[in-house]
């Protein structure tokens, strides 16, 4: 009988498709399609890691899908059979059980071979190529094919002046509420420097218990070469084997599982955004994103914080595949194609990309002028998923109208998550449950305020975005005083409510300009940040007249696009609107003007 790797090769062989192809249609890496037909699983994250890419590359060779993966649970369990090794069943337990005796009994032999290449086309090279290693001399089953791997096609990553891209493959272990992540990065050195390291932050490792790095290697000029890298905290520090020149582009390959954490309902901010909970499993702010690199700061990196979002990002664009159980609903950011299992997303000059999955959800899906905004709920909160697409979708009109930039995107999505809060991520936006469940119906209600609040976000952090460490009144502000916008352009009866119910009933705080540190809980926070600093912005628009602050408010919107803006450009941009000077009013609520040094 025909093993099942050899099958695989043969159809791959038959179909004629390079290694090249097979990524471009399944996202899967050449790596693993290779392990799959060596019979090598010691290569995947997980049982489920191997299983789903089985599935997926038996689908896209058009082999039956179910013998396949019913040869491939008798290879499992062949391998179970090794010497020293108990008679088990295919169980994912055991699997682990039985690759961790694989990665032992080869040890240092696949260490020195992951440690040289990495991640990387395989040379041209047939029998005794590289990979070739990683079969023992006891396991002749897993022996490499003597057919000679297909050239590979060389890197055309990205051009040096585009974006940074993010490729992404990510395998949900939906029960055991884990994530396998491959990972590249298209890098082009837009600095105008020579860099000798690259810098990522790395959110999830806040704590140490959830971000799990296995590999990392960096390939450009002459080809992939050993990368060693520190990971310290949120900092993933990693020098580059020669100098990047500007105008130079790096490709950054990294593996790594996620073990997310429990969310509790009662959690915001960084512990709501990341984790699972009964429902849901929350996936925001999970991958390790290029540090930005500021000019006179490098890299800039940041100690985490519990109170507000220690994250601040630049845009990139987005290629991201996640392959998802059967009943489970993936819904992230930008543009998505389903087949089967796979869920692909793409979205480009976006500040970030986050997914929320359920085997709970449904949906509802309105259409607002040409976007799609898509509401994801459970059952359970029908009333509450139906208006909140229909609201989400006229906030981004409404928004767009008003700031004079249309919300860049095809498609917006609201997925109901359970945590105390609303979370926003370019494209889509978690708005949690305990809303949902106390919605009394129409505009006067929680839900609506924090869901027009995050649409804002599309805006302020989306388009324009800021350092939301040290500065994060210029998006929280600007957030809560949109809500408002949003009521008094299309509720004004119910204005007044929304401003005494989102600022004047809190305690006022401040100073407005204070960074996430200078919080210790998020009560203060918000009263400073968002509720004074929302009080702020009605000054100014009173003292100024409410055109020329509309007329500041584009002009801002549409100058700060895309880029990192700073309270300074803030001020710079709103004095060019205003006739009289601002300054005394920034004294009451800031501890220093935007732009200055302390007073
Ligand atoms: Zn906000």
Known sequence: MARLGQLLREARETKGSSWRDIEAATGLWPEYVQALEREDYSRFASAGHARSALRLYARYLGLNVKEALAMWEGTVRGVERLPGEPEQGPSGRTYRAVVAALVISLGLA???ITALYGYRWVQSSGPGGALSGLSGPGDPARHPSPTPIPSPTPYQPISDTALPLYTITATIDYDDHSLAVQQRIDYANRSGETLSDITLNVFPNYDSEIFTLHGLSVEFGTGPTPTAHSLEGMTLHVPLPQELEAGQVATMFLEYTLDLPYIDPSDSFTTGSLGWSEHVVDVGHWYPALAPLLPDVGWYTFTYHPV???????????????????????????EEEREGNLWRYRISEARSFAFAASDQYVSHAFDAGGMTVTSYYFPEHESAGLDVARLAAEALVTF????????????YRVA???????MEFTGVSFLGALWYETYPGGVRSQLVALLVHEVSHQWWYGMVGNDQVMEPWLDEALATFSELIFYELRYPDDELWLWDFEVLNWPRGGPVDGSIYDFTDGSSYMNAVYRTGALLLADLRQAMGTQQFRQFLRDYCQSQSHALSTGADFYSILSRHADQDLSPLFGEYFARLPG????
């Open 110 to 112: 696949i260490c020195a």
């Open 596 to 599: 200055e040094g302390a007073r």
């Open 400 to 411: 767009g109208e008003e700031f004079g930039s249309p919300y860049p995107y095809t498609d």
């Open 416 to 422: 109901e998550t359970e945590f105390a809060g609303g």
């Open 308 to 334: 507000g979002d220690p994250y601040v990002m630049e845009e990139a664009d987005y290629d991201v595949r996640i392959w998802a159980p059967d009943d489970v609903t993936v819904v992230g950011s930008g």
